[in-house]
């Protein structure tokens, strides 16, 4: 496992440790490696696993989901020196209810204050959001992170006049192997959203692109467009849009 290569995956060689820094690799990050679970509708196992990470992200030239972006995410910052760690999440549903408690991987790097880092939630904040309620704007929307009870924040988007929670984040350290049931739950269980379809989504400089099980959905400046794709056009709609050959 190369940090060289891994930055190269990603284009950049910005490497000191700095907010400056940081808000720049997690921008690369998303707007080069993909949110996909392909691996999970094809029942390709997935292990808690950095090197298996390295390999199928950086080798190999796909994408993931939570435990593989923000897993690998955390060993490339932690390998460049920043204070880095793994937390976990409970997503809120759009209609309130909330999913398997915990479930979701996401990161806490400390600086001159601790900021929440997500490379892998799909369409989501595209820099680092501190801890202080303070609202930040980017492209795919505008978040802030509410403070709930000590060390549990919610993080939200902005819907016009209100407030909508994303997840509910706690903000303690855990290992990657703490995961373990949830991971198994998210990509075996019937009742989870990453076994329904297949999901491929990626940042753009000026909106997303994601292939929705067969409807590829192209977003730019908000403007969205909504095209079907068919069985035979698959390999090379991931080809062009997300740089994935299977």
């Known amino acids: 496992m190369k940090v060289e290569q891994y930055l190269k995956r990603i284009s950049?060689?910005?490497n000191d440790i700095s907010l400056k820094t940081l808000n720049h690799?997690?921008?690369q990050h998303m707007l080069h490696v993909p949110f996909e679970n392909l691996d999970v509708i094809h029942q390709i196992p997935i292990a808690l696993?950095?090197?298996t990470y390295y390999r199928k992200i950086v080798i190999n030239h796909r994408g993931g989901f939570c435990y593989e972006l923000n897993g690998l995410f955390n060993w490339l910052l932690q390998r460049l020196g920043f204070n880095s760690r793994i937390v976990s999440a409970t997503v809120q549903r759009p209609d309130g209810s909330w999913a398997f408690e915990g479930s979701h991987a996401c990161l806490i790097v400390?600086?001159?204050q601790p900021y929440l880092v997500d490379v892998g939630f799909g369409d989501s904040?595209?820099?680092p959001l501190p801890l202080t309620g303070e609202a930040r704007k980017?492209?795919?929307?505008?978040?802030?992170?509410?403070?709930?009870q000590d060390g549990i924040y919610d993080l939200q988007r902005q819907n016009k006049n209100e407030w909508d929670t994303l997840y509910r984040l706690d903000t303690k350290g855990k290992k990657l192997a703490e995961f373990e049931d949830a991971c198994q739950f998210n990509q075996t269980s019937p009742e989870s959203?990453?076994?329904?379809?297949k999901i491929v989504s990626i940042a753009t400089s000026n909106g997303r692109v994601t292939l929705s099980g067969n409807s590829l959905i192209l977003t730019h400046n908000g403007e969205r467009q909504k095209t079907k794709?068919?069985?035979g056009e698959e390999p090379t709609v991931l080809k062009k849009y997300f740089d994935i050959k299977l």
């Open 110 to 112: 400390e600086l001159d």
């Open 125 to 127: 904040a595209r820099f």
């Open 229 to 231: 794709v068919e069985a």
């Open 138 to 148: 980017d492209i795919s929307g505008t978040y802030r992170l509410m403070k709930v």
């Open 12 to 14: 950049t060689n910005n």
């Open 49 to 51: 696993d950095v090197e």
């Open 25 to 27: 690799l997690q921008l």
């Open 193 to 197: 959203h990453f076994t329904q379809k």
